[in-house]
């Protein structure tokens, strides 16, 4: 089945220690997505690639990061990660940027920060 | 202003009830699209069903129907015969034009008790 797929699960790293998140795609779509979603909240957009064109959201700090190197794989690196970046990271992705167009989700990497 | 609203931050019913989640939207673009997800306590996010603006019928995904009216701009999902496993949170989203990004509304958590 053509789906979303996110690696790791569950991610435990310690305060400062760089981390890299995984999403990969067999859908051949050509928008993906980095979401973050804390507890019992909407999931808040960071940044997006239509193709391989990068879109970051005003509102993203600085120390959130994303490469694309091909169409099925995209990475979310998060440079230091503080205490307040323990969420969940949800991937998804969209055939094209029009309004209907559905977004398919992954289902998530668990992240905590010690 | 919200663009999305979902006035029911909680929800309960019983199994075999139908049940109602309300959603109302805000926009000035002729051409959207709603969108309703699930999301159980495991974290995924499963698409459940899709209302275009143009679209003249309701439209219904087995158990899940919407109930759209245009004019009150609202997307209201309706869960017929509930389930245990519908217990979740469910999210209300709109998709503008050619826009890239999905506007979320807060959620709102469904209880299905026996």
């Known amino acids: 089945d053509a789906m979303v797929i996110q690696n790791p699960r569950y991610q435990v790293t310690q305060f400062g220690k760089p981390v890299t998140l995984s999403c990969s795609q067999t859908l051949n779509h050509n928008v993906m997505y980095w979401y973050q979603q804390k507890s019992s909240q909407a999931p808040k957009l960071l940044f997006h690639y239509y193709d391989k064109d990068f879109n970051n959201e005003a509102d993203t700090p600085d120390n959130f990061q994303s490469r694309r190197p091909n169409t099925s794989f995209c990475f979310l690196d998060i440079r230091s990660p503080g205490l307040g970046d323990a969420a969940m990271y949800l991937c998804?992705?969209?055939?094209?940027?029009?309004?209907?167009?559905?977004?398919?989700f992954g289902p998530g990497t668990r992240l905590t920060v010690l | 202003a919200q663009k999305i609203t979902q006035t029911q931050p909680g929800m309960f019913v019983q199994e075999k009830e139908a049940v109602t989640l309300d959603c109302t939207y805000d926009t000035s673009d002729p051409s959207y699209g709603l969108f309703w997800y699930k999301q159980p306590s495991s974290g995924e996010m499963i698409f459940l069903i899709y209302q275009g603006s143009y679209d003249q019928q309701n439209a219904t995904e087995g158990r899940y129907s919407l109930n759209f009216q245009k004019a009150r701009k609202s997307a209201n999902l309706v869960i017929s015969a509930s389930q245990l496993g519908d217990s979740a949170m469910y999210f209300c989203?709109?998709?503008?034009?050619?826009?890239?990004?999905?506007?979320f509304g807060t959620g709102t958590r469904l209880q299905v008790f026996p």
């Open positions: 989203a709109m998709r503008e034009g050619d826009t890239d990004k999905l506007i």
């Open positions: 998804a992705t969209s055939r094209e940027g029009r309004y209907t167009d559905t977004q398919y």
